[in-house]
């Protein structure tokens, strides 16, 4: 749990400083990422939510560069950018 809260605090600031900044992207390096548990990815998710409910003159893009060797990435990313095609990419 202390990791769950440590990330959602992460990405909440996270998004404010990218908006702040008005940023065109967030980019995240997953390619030595080799375990993430679903309430992490639910974060994701949230996070990605909220930059798809922003203000369209504040989106932004995320970015994942992930590691193509990790099935368990590509499936979870996948989903991500299923779910948020317009602003969520995969390296």
């Not at 959602?8 to 996270?14: E, Q, S, T, V």
């Not at 798809?52 to 990435?73: A, H, I, M």
Request: with cysteine.
């Amino acid at each position: 749990m202390a990791v769950h809260e440590r990330l959602k605090a992460f990405l909440d600031d996270l998004h404010g400083t990218v908006k702040a900044a008005r940023a065109k992207e967030a980019v995240f390096e997953f390619q030595e990422l080799y375990f993430m548990n679903s309430s992490c990815l639910s974060l994701l998710l949230r996070f990605i939510n909220t930059v798809v409910g922003t203000q369209s003159s504040q989106q932004y893009v995320v970015r994942f560069k992930s590691n193509p060797k990790l099935r368990w990435q590509q499936k979870s990313l996948d989903a991500l950018r299923a779910y948020a095609q317009d602003h969520v990419f995969i390296e």
